[in-house]
């Protein structure tokens, strides 16, 4: 009887310990480390931090059935220093955010069976517009020759441009 008591009480005191760990250090204070680990973390978005009050769409086929407008895709990878570079730009920028408001808006960590959605090749960062019609626009490009795509950080304002080109192109084509 007396074992089994002790037994429940070093059990009720593990618990305890555990419920209350509060990591004060010696001068009274919490620690740094403890409070950086107990931050609310939030879920994550179909956004995955590029402009989470955008809506996104959470399939390339839900993108083309909302089609009433531009698509915008943005293919990346989490674990990508390039594409988390861009990211940061892309989501920061206060007029693309407000531009990016009018397409329909789609973000793949995936590649995708579609082959129009890799026409130059599988590689990230990559944006692609596709217009209403369901073509990818092949004239609204980055800056380079052998990923046509692609994106950096510094090519924001060519982005902007782009995005501004293919809601212009949709006025006066359609």
Not at 5 to 27: G, N, R
Request: charged share 25%; hydrophobic share 40%; glycine share 2%.
């Amino acid at each position: 009887m007396e074992k089994s008591l002790v037994s429940v009480f070093l059990l009720i005191i593990a618990v305890a310990h555990t419920l209350a760990k509060d990591a004060i250090t010696k001068d009274g204070k919490r620690d740094a480390k403890e409070v950086k680990d107990t931050k609310i973390k939030l879920p994550q978005t179909l956004s995955r931090g590029w402009g989470d009050y955008l809506i996104w769409t959470q399939t390339y086929e839900e993108a083309l059935f909302k089609a009433k407008s531009n698509i915008m895709i943005i293919h990346h990878l989490e674990d990508c220093p390039h594409s988390q570079a861009l990211k940061k730009v892309f989501s920061e920028h206060k007029e693309i955010q407000k531009l990016a408001e009018k397409f329909v808006l789609l973000n793949l960590v995936y590649e995708t069976t579609d082959k129009h959605l890799s026409p130059d090749g599988q590689y990230v960062p990559r944006i692609l517009f596709v217009d209403p019609s369901l073509t990818v626009r092949a004239d609204i490009t980055g800056r380079y020759s052998n990923r046509l795509y692609a994106y950096e950080p510094s090519d924001i304002p060519l982005l902007y441009s782009n995005m501004q080109k293919a809601l212009n192109l949709l006025k006066t084509e359609l």
